[in-house]
T-cell receptor, first 112, second 112 residues
Framework: DAGVTQSPTHLIKTRGQHVTLRCSPISGHKSVSWYQQVLGQGPQFIFQYYEKEERGRGNFPDRFSARQFPNYSSELNVNALLLGDSALYLC???????????FGDGTRLSIL | GQQVMQIPQYQHVQEGEDFTTYCNSSTTLSNIQWYKQRPGGHPVFLIQLVKSGEVKKQKRLTFQFGEAKKNSSLHITATQTTDVGTYFCAGDSGGSNYKLTFGKGTLLTVNP
């Protein structure tokens, strides 16, 4: 079975632009979570969605938003990009929200 | 908000030596999870501990969850070069707003 897939792999944007990152969970998993990982730090929780509803939100500004589709795939949107948004964005899926997370390879976002 | 602290930040050992990393939460956890991330890779789930005082073993790895469910440890016996990577603990406090909080991780390097 395929693991968690994320697209794109790499992305370069400039300040003020917006970006959409995509994630497809493992087949059968209904929960998707998004994390931001800065070099040398642990993943920071952004959102969790389960059955298309937001079940958890981390300490990120309103510029960050997400949604989950009927097929359980998910998008993370970031508006008005700042230099500090440069990071690896990880998507993880699980069968239920509190179950172990299965991570994708991430999207490396660079802001110029 | 909830904080999860890990020590040490770095650990360099000779192959065959033991290694331990410690994790402490500012709040009581409903469960704790451990992940390993190889350089350039994504976090990979190792184990989940749920019960107070729980101890689980995976070959050379031993995981413990404290009696108060606020601390945990990972011990590796007789390290091998394949153990190289960053080990993260991640805690979930439970509640309606799901949030998995990762520690900053312990980077383990092993000298052959």
């Amino acid at each position: 079975d395929a693991g968690v897939t994320q697209s794109p792999t790499h992305l370069i944007k400039t300040r003020g632009q917006h970006v959409t990152l995509r994630c497809s969970p493992i087949s059968g998993h209904k929960s998707v979570s998004w994390y931001q990982q800065v070099l040398g730090q642990g993943p920071q929780f952004i959102f969790q969605y389960y059955e298309k509803e937001e079940r958890g939100r981390g300490n990120f500004p309103d510029r960050f938003s997400a949604r989950q589709f009927p097929n359980y795939s998910s998008e993370l949107n970031v508006n008005a990009l700042l230099l500090g948004d440069s990071a690896l964005y990880l998507c993880a899926s699980s069968s239920r929200g509190y179950q172990p997370q299965h991570f994708g390879d991430g999207t490396r976002l660079s802001i110029l | 908000g909830q904080q999860v602290m890990q020590i040490p930040q770095y650990q360099h050992v000779q192959e065959g030596e033991d290694f331990t990393t410690y994790c402490n939460s500012s709040t009581t956890l409903s469960n704790i999870q451990w992940y390993k991330q190889r350089p350039g890779g994504h976090p990979v789930f190792l184990i989940q501990l749920v019960k107070s005082g729980e101890v689980k073993k995976q070959k050379r790895l031993t995981f413990q969850f404290g009696e108060a469910k606020k601390n945990s440890s990972l011990h590796i016996t007789a390290t091998q070069t394949t153990d190289v990577g960053t080990y993260f603990c991640a805690g979930d406090s439970g509640g309606s707003n799901y949030k998995l909080t990762f520690g900053k991780g312990t980077l383990l390097t092993v000298n052959p």
